[in-house]
């Protein structure tokens, strides 16, 4: 049955709760309860579990479903996907046990007559309990302390807990408890961990805000609620001078921080989780661990893991965008031969993601940065800064758009963009890109003691691909250092087969001959050989 003929549905009129397993659903005061403890759910999740409960033991399908819960909107199968993930997280459920939400291929789906828990979780790698989540995870921001006593930084406390979760929020993989429930939970006075149960929160945001004269101190870490061990803290100290201006600084850097943090220990857990159990978040987490590694080998390996990612979900975008631009990177840092298929099928890949969510940051990043490597600068700006509106904290948009900037020859832009992105993210696993690829742009401005000083710093960092190698030794061999010959023989180290024929054919996507004529000349003088 198409969606067009589908005959209109709409949620019955509540006639009393529903039980089904440990829940009770209560139509009369949009609230569902576990245990008799009420669980935070936000409306459009309450109304799909509310349509499948009124349904229970019955098959629904996807046009009955879309009918009863959006009559009045025509929306994609990527928000069902969406919803039916948020309905069993909220459920304690997951894709792959299906206890209590049922997929039934082809058909539909199906709310189980009896619902058994979920089975507990046996202990991880390193002797904690492992969590029975899988999905992306979900976060609360505590309302942040004042320690004053005069109470004078109340006001900005209270400031600061909204900017903080606005800011979080744009991350789209992560969900993050609206600021009235999370109020709401604070004010019962219980335990920082019982609150994150109440709310089924993975993670927990927890700061404090103090005061002396004109100066501030801010102080914010990041808890895992399984065992509430600090993931990540840091202490910010700012002169009080526009508190608005303070705000949103320290809630964009804490966003980025904190999404770094996070995204690395979702992609441990992953590591972790038992290989009969991964889903789409899962496999996805795989294939970015891959990502990170920056060989060949783990190239491939991200592509085969995101592509299993999107065979079991086709409606999350992320695996589409990062899949994009592994092809892109095979093809720049690796040995995918830079052919126009190859170009058109990642292209594909990067809008297939932002169709399944167009308000997702990471796609259009994805997407820019293969406009980039098609040579099509414009649109890639275009799409970078399209990101950046959505998600002003995500440091791989700055680097992205700085990069793209760098080769229409705005370097004082570029180099803003990439100072922006190391000051967002100073641990991010791609900030050996930040610097090398702000070397290069130091490179293209004739500037080769500060593009040696960016490209020496980025090959410190251990997952540094050998291009940052590359570029110190184009910087050095302009400056006429000593030190080019043993630059030039840890790049062959690296790669054998450096040569200026490779370094061409590799920089395919650099428009302006200029540009490619300043590094091959540094590489000459280096003694890299033709």
């Known amino acids: 049955m198409s969606r067009s003929t ?26 569902l309860r576990r245990d008799g403890q009420r669980v935070p759910i936000e409306p459009r999740t309450f109304d799909l579990i509310r349509f499948l409960a009124q349904n229970m033991g019955h098959t629904v399908t996807r046009d009955e479903i879309f009918s009863a819960v959006w009559p009045d909107r025509v929306v994609s199968d990527a928000a069902l996907s969406s919803q039916i993930r948020s309905a069993r997280r909220v459920l304690g459920d997951d894709g792959d046990s299906q206890q209590i939400i049922a997929t039934v291929h082809g058909r539909g789906f199906r709310l189980r007559r009896q619902t058994a828990p979920p089975e507990a979780a046996g202990p991880d790698s390193d002797g904690r309990a492992a969590a029975a989540r899988t999905g992306p995870p979900t976060l609360v921001v505590l309302p942040c302390t004042s320690l004053d006593d005069d109470g004078r930084g109340t006001v900005l406390a209270e400031g600061m807990t909204e900017d903080i979760i606005a800011a979080l929020s ?81 809630a964009r850097l804490v966003s980025a921080r904190v999404a770094t943090e996070l995204g690395i220990t979702e992609q441990q857990r992953a590591a972790r989780q038992a290989r009969k159990n991964l889903g789409a978040w899962e496999l996805y987490q795989l294939g970015s661990i891959e990502f990170y590694r920056f060989t060949p080998e783990s190239n491939q390996r991200c592509q085969r893991l995101l592509r299993q990612a999107i065979h079991e979900d086709a409606g999350f975008g992320a695996p589409y965008a990062r899949l994009a631009y592994a092809m892109i990177l095979e093809m720049v840092y690796f040995d995918g031969e830079p052919n126009r298929a190859r170009m058109d099928e990642a292209l594909e890949f990067a809008r297939e993601g932002v169709a399944c969510d167009d308000q997702d940051a990471n796609t259009l990043f994805a997407l820019g940065r293969v406009r980039l490597a098609r040579c099509e600068y414009e649109l890639a700006i275009d799409a970078l800064e399209d990101a950046l509106r959505l998600n002003p904290c995500l440091a791989l948009s700055h680097c992205g758009l700085g990069d793209s900037l760098a080769y229409e020859g705005r370097l004082d832009e570029a180099i803003d963009r990439f100072q922006a992105a190391i000051d967002l993210s100073p641990h991010d696993p791609f900030r050996w890109a930040f610097m090398s690829y702000r070397s290069l742009a130091h490179l293209f401005g004739q500037e080769f003691d500060e593009a040696a000083q960016w490209a020496r710093r980025a090959t410190q960092v251990p997952n540094a691909h050998f291009w940052a190698q590359a570029n110190l030794v184009s910087a050095l061999g302009h400056l006429g250092d000593c030190r080019a010959p043993e630059a030039v023989e840890t790049l062959k180290r690296t790669r054998s087969d450096f040569s200026r024929n490779f370094a061409r054919k590799r920089l395919f996507y650099l428009k302006d001959p200029a540009q490619l004529d300043i590094f091959i000349e540094g590489l000459r003088l280096a003694g890299v050989d033709e």
């Not at 019982?194 to 005061?211: K, Q």
């Open 170 to 250: 744009r991350n789209r993989w992560l969900r993050v408890i609206p600021r009235s429930t999370a109020f709401a939970l604070t004010g019962m006075g219980d335990e920082p961990a019982e609150i994150a149960r109440t709310a089924g929160a993975d993670y927990l945001v927890a700061g404090s805000v103090r005061r002396d004269g004109n100066r501030v101190r801010v102080a914010v870490q990041t808890l895992d609620a399984r065992d509430m061990r600090c993931l990540w803290s840091e202490t910010f100290d700012r002169d009080m001078t526009d508190i608005f201006e303070l705000q949103d600084e320290i």
């Open 6 to 31: 589908v005959q209109p549905l709409t949620l019955d009129e509540a006639d009393g709760p529903i039980r089904f397993g440990p829940f009770e659903l209560d139509p009369d005061h949009f609230e």
